[in-house]
């Protein structure tokens, strides 16, 4: 079975065809990354209107990479929640016309699961040199989900059947991580700057924070955060009105990667820290990280070297953004869900993936 899928959630527009779930034919992602950078993060209007731009080449080119026609196809799968609306609309346009004209049967799939998906990818077609990992997930699996938007931890029990374990109270991690790289003074996307600069710093440099919530799975990141924000006005010697802005021009680099670093591990305690507690009370067969932090080494590092068993992580440009990962979860929701109807789907810009209509736990 061959699925068709489109992400437009937010900067990335995106198409893939994924057979089976499981292999990779195609997997096309324009960026508006370089658009954004100019603005220090996503203006939602701009956005939009990219989007409406390169919707139909990216998908075309899809098929093109996969060497396919419309008779090929045995399905679509788009992102229609979370996100910003405008985005979203014009995916789910494109999708629900696509579904009606050239009558394929339509799957609307959630973002943030479908984050998690892109670790069943373990096939690619020739052409692609992606380094996968061998073997799918086994049941139950702990999912660590964390991005610019949603820091969670998940307990899948099987396809579609989950509970949420935690989640963050405030910032997700990717939101800090662009407010820290700001402080900094380095450019948007935040996460990846920051990484690259941990690199070269300390970290245990500068003492920050972690935060101690009743739920110990649960997460908050706005205090390590404004911690940061304080430290660097401390380093300066300045007081806590001066403006933030600014200082970054007052930092040398040797005091900006130390922060980045330090930054970096305690924002990845944070996380580790819940995910080995969940793995200890429930056991699962295998871990996963997904979402566009997970792209970071040093999260990928720490969480091997904390957790007892062998964890498989995907590929750096599946962590990110991609419709690869939406048309694999859009394959198995086809094995036990009736497609929408392409006249009715609407999109909902923020609604938690314990509501999606297939989750079994919810029936």
């Known amino acids: 079975m061959k699925i068709l899928g489109i992400e437009s959630s937010c900067d990335e ?15 096309v992602v324009n960026s508006q990354i370089d658009i954004h950078a100019h603005y220090g993060g996503v203006i939602p209007e701009i956005a939009a209107r990219s989007h409406i731009e390169v919707i139909n080449p990216v998908i075309n080119k899809a098929l093109s990479d996969a060497d396919l026609t419309w008779d090929d196809i045995d399905g679509i799968a788009v992102t229609y929640a979370p996100g910003l609306v405008g985005s979203l609309l014009v995916g789910t346009l494109a999708a629900r016309t696509l579904a009606i004209t050239k009558n394929k049967p339509l799957y609307p799939v959630h973002h943030v699961e479908g984050h998690v998906y892109a670790n069943f990818i373990t096939e690619q077609a020739e052409y692609l040199n992606l380094t996968l990992p061998s073997k799918q997930p086994e049941f139950p699996m702990l999912a660590l989900i964390v991005s610019g938007g949603h820091s969670q931890l998940v307990l899948f029990k ?12 405030d910032d997700a991690v990717g939101e800090a991580y662009d407010k820290v790289a700001k402080i900094l003074g380095y450019p948007y996307p935040g996460g990846p700057a920051v990484d690259k600069a941990a690199l070269d710093g300390d970290p245990y440099k500068y003492p920050l924070p972690k935060a101690k919530l009743q739920n110990p799975y649960d997460f908050s990141f706005s205090g390590v955060k404004t911690a940061v924000l304080r430290a660097v ?3 300066i ?8 802005h600014k200082l970054p021009a007052r930092l040398d680099e040797t005091q900006r990667v130390d922060f980045a670093a330090s930054f970096q591990r305690v924002s ?3 996380l580790v820290d819940a995910a080995e507690r969940a793995f200890k009370a429930y ?4 871990v996963v990280i997904a979402g566009g932090v997970a792209a970071s080494r040093a999260l990928r590092k720490m969480l091997s070297e ?3 068993l062998t964890i498989e992580y995907a590929p750096m440009s599946l962590c990110t953004d991609n419709a690869a990962m939406i048309a694999t979860l859009g394959y198995y929701y086809a094995q036990v869900k009736e497609p929408a109807d392409p006249y009715a789907l609407e999109v909902i810009p923020s609604i938690s993936m314990t509501k999606t209509a297939w989750n079994k736990s919810e029936e």
């Open 306 to 308: 904390r957790l007892p």
């Open 233 to 235: 006005q401390r380093e």
């Open 237 to 244: 010697g300045e007081d806590y009105t001066f403006p933030s």
């Open 158 to 169: 099987g396809h579609g059947d989950y509970d949420l374990l935690g989640q963050t109270q």
């Open 13 to 27: 527009t995106a198409a893939s065809v994924v057979e089976d779930g499981r292999k990779l034919l195609s997997n």
């Open 283 to 286: 056991a699962p067969k295998s």
């Open 268 to 270: 990845n305690e944070t």
